[in-house]
Structures are given as structure tokens and as C-alpha cells.
């Protein structure tokens, strides 16, 4: 019998899990060879198991092959219990090709609704927010990811001419928008401040434009009244304007707890989040699909100019690989792993930069690895 099938009475306790890895472009396959170091630490730690598979989605593969994520991939896929995802762009490959068909494929074809991004300043890293620590940038944002104006419709008239016309609509249907919603509130209740003991409230604050977008917004705004007062009563709700969002995720940072948003004003936000919270070698993402298959990335994309040099952070795919083992039920383990992150960010690394860490790629995956370990 092998370490991870242990049997206690008659009942199999150790959990196996099949994660499809895609380490993909640029610093990817550096950043996800950490990840999987950490990840192989905590399957130890915790008695559960990981079979890894590689897939070469990317612009290696599409130079040579023509290929981005094609039908037969994301059925192979979805065989899978998870995704880790690398990085996908290529700087000989045009914007918009790696992109539109292998990241946005995978989230559209495997529906995972949510992107979930934590917004979380770790001990000792530098935030660009004057006088906030730790205790003041810890919030999630939710943002919805199958919408908006993601769908791709839209269209031109009188293409290359003084009268061209070009349209791309912002698409929401009340399904998905209470898919979002659903997930969001049942997130602030069980995540929000309250439930993790540092603050009197679980609180869901809408992000979105109902000065303007008087369609899209107003049916967000609605949903989401409906849904708190009827299924919510005991999550606070707020609302802000995505301007008023950006202003206050600056000035205040610490008013907010879980933010809901569409697909487009969440992209927008969390890069602005990612940076107060030490930038891209930190900011993790996940892609899920509470009902099927989600995928995890480090949001940084594919820092090509780094590439190979073992000197990019894998903190953020390391948290990305936590995220994951969380919403796989390892929460655990997912926790170790960010007690270590934690750690290091707080004691070791002399930065999150790229090549100012102190350390190398490889190193910093030592170290997280070697703390999840003990
Ligand atoms: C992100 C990225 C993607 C997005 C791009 C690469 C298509 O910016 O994951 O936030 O817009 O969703
Ligand atoms: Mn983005």
C-alpha cells in the first residue's frame, strides 16, 4: 500500500486529484515548476494526491502548429478536477490570438463563471498605498467572467472608411448575473469579515455604473436587492460607482470586503487591486466553475523579458496552487501554503520584484516548499 491510499477502519481517507497543468508562455513554466514544487509539498503534508498532466497550450505551440486550445483540448480538459495555469502570451504572436483562444476559451467553454481575486497585502511587502498595512488591504473581488462586453458581439459597418462605425455590446443575461450574485453573497458569508473574525460584518458591495449603463447596472442592482433581502439578510450590502470604486480601493481600501462586479470594470479593478497589494508577483486568480472544472492563474501574464533567468516571483502562482487546493476542499493545506507565503514575504524576500527578490525563482520555491513541508 502506498503512502497517499491509507485506510482508517474501512474507509479510504486520502483524496486523489487529476490537475491538468498548462505552464504555457514566457516565465510560465518557471513560475508553475515552483508552483508544483509547493503543491507536491503540501499532497505530502496533508496525505492527499496530485496527478499532474502537462498540456503545451501556447505560442510555441501555435507558432508551430497553428493551434491555440482547439475543441479536442478543452474536452481533455474537462476530464480534469482542476487547471494550473502558467502564462499565455507570446511577443512573436499577435495581441489578442493566445489570448482569445486558449485563456478566454478555456474560461467561456468550461463556464467558469467566477473570477475570484483576493486582494490581500501580505506582511512585508511594499504597497504603493501610503500609511495601509496588512490589516487594511485584505478584500476579494468577484468578478464575473462570461459577460460583458467579453461575448464577443459587436461588429463593424462601413469598415475603413471616414464613417466607419464600430459597436461591441456589453451582454448580461439575469442567469448570469444571479449565478454571479449566488456566488458572491454565499462567498461573503462564509469568507467575509465577520466570518474570518476581523470585523463585525459580512459585507457584498456591487461595483458598477448605474449613472450610466442604466440597462446592465440596473439589472445587477436589482438581482442583487432581491437576492440580499430575500436569501441574505445577514450580509450587509453596499454599492459603488466603478470610478467611485477605483477612488476609495486607493484612499480606503480597508471600507472594502467583498466587491461583485461585471466582467469588464473586474478586469479594469483588479489590476489596480493586484498593485496595492505588491503588484503581479503576487496577485493570484481563480477561475471557477463551482459546478465543473475551474483553473487557477498567477494574473502577472508572461513577462517575457524575464524569461529563463530564474529571477521572476512565483509567489503569485504558488497562491494560485493554494487557491486552488482551497476550493478543491484542501483547505488545510491551502492555508499552510499561505502561512508560508506569508512567511517569507515577511522574513526573506527583500522584495517582490522581479530579480530584487534576494532570492531566485527556484529559491523562493525552496523556501515555501521546505516551510509547507515541516
Ligand atoms: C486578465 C487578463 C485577460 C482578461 C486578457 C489577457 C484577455 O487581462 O485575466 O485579467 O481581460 O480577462
Ligand atoms: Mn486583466
Known amino acids: 500500500m502506498n503512502d497517499s491510499f491509507r485506510i482508517q477502519g474501512d474507509k479510504k481517507v486520502s483524496k486523489s486529484y487529476n490537475i491538468a497543468v ?3 508562455d514566457g516565465t510560465g513554466p518557471e513560475v508553475i515548476t515552483e508552483a508544483v514544487k509547493v503543491l507536491k509539498a503540501a499532497a505530502e503534508k496533508f496525505d492527499f494526491k496530485v496527478n499532474l498532466t ?3 497550450f501556447g505560442g510555441e505551440r501555435y507558432k508551430r502548429t497553428g493551434e491555440t486550445l482547439p475543441d479536442s483540448g478543452v474536452e481533455e480538459l474537462r476530464q480534469f478536477d482542476s487547471i494550473l495555469l502558467g502564462a499565455i502570451g507570446h511577443p512573436d504572436v499577435a495581441p489578442g490570438i493566445l489570448e482569445k483562444g486558449i485563456l478566454l476559451k478555456a474560461r467561456f467553454e468550461l463556464d467558469q463563471y467566477i473570477n475570484l481575486r483576493p486582494v490581500k497585502l501580505f506582511p512585508g511587502v511594499e504597497t504603493p498605498l501610503k500609511n495601509k498595512g496588512p490589516e487594511d488591504i485584505d478584500y476579494v473581488v468577484v468578478r464575473e467572467n462570461t459577460g460583458d462586453a467579453y461575448t464577443g458581439a459587436g461588429g463593424f459597418t462601413l469598415k475603413g472608411t471616414p464613417n466607419e462605425v464600430a459597436v461591441q455590446s456589453a451582454v448580461y443575461n439575469r442567469f448570469q448575473v444571479d449565478r454571479c450574485l449566488k456566488y458572491a453573497f454565499e462567498y461573503a458569508r462564509k469568507f467575509g469579515k465577520k466570518a474570518r473574525g476581523v470585523g463585525e460584518e459580512n459585507t457584498l458591495a456591487l461595483c458598477g455604473k448605474t449613472n450610466v449603463l442604466t440597462f446592465i447596472y440596473d439589472l445587477w442592482e436589482r438581482a442583487f436587492n432581491e437576492m440580499g433581502k430575500k436569501e441574505y439578510p445577514d450580509i450587509r450590502r453596499e454599492y459603488y460607482h466603478v470610478d467611485a470604486t477605483c477612488m476609495w480601493m486607493v484612499k480606503n481600501p480597508e471600507w472594502f470586503d467583498v466587491i461583485v462586479t461585471g466582467n469588464m470594470f473586474g478586469d479594469i479593478i483588479t489590476d489596480l487591486g493586484a498593485i496595492t497589494q505588491g503588484g503581479m508577483g503576487i496577485a493570484a486568480g481563480g477561475n471557477i466553475n463551482p459546478e465543473g472544472v475551474s483553473m487557477f492563474e498567477p494574473i502577472g501574464g508572461s513577462a517575457p523579458k524575464y524569461t529563463g533567468q530564474n529571477v ?4 503569485a502562482a504558488i497562491c494560485a496552487a493554494g487557491m486552488m487546493l482551497q476550493t478543491l476542499g484542501e483547505e488545510k493545506a491551502a492555508e499552510k501554503i499561505e502561512e508560508a507565503v506569508k512567511f517569507i514575504t515577511a522574513n526573506k524576500l527583500k522584495s517582490l ?9 527556484t529559491e523562493v520555491g525552496d523556501l515555501v516548499a521546505e516551510i509547507v513541508a515541516q
Open 312 to 315: 521572476i516571483n512565483p509567489l
Open 353 to 361: 520584484a522581479a530579480g530584487k527578490m534576494g532570492y531566485s525563482t
Open 54 to 56: 502537462d498540456f503545451d
Open 22 to 24: 498548462m505552464p504555457g
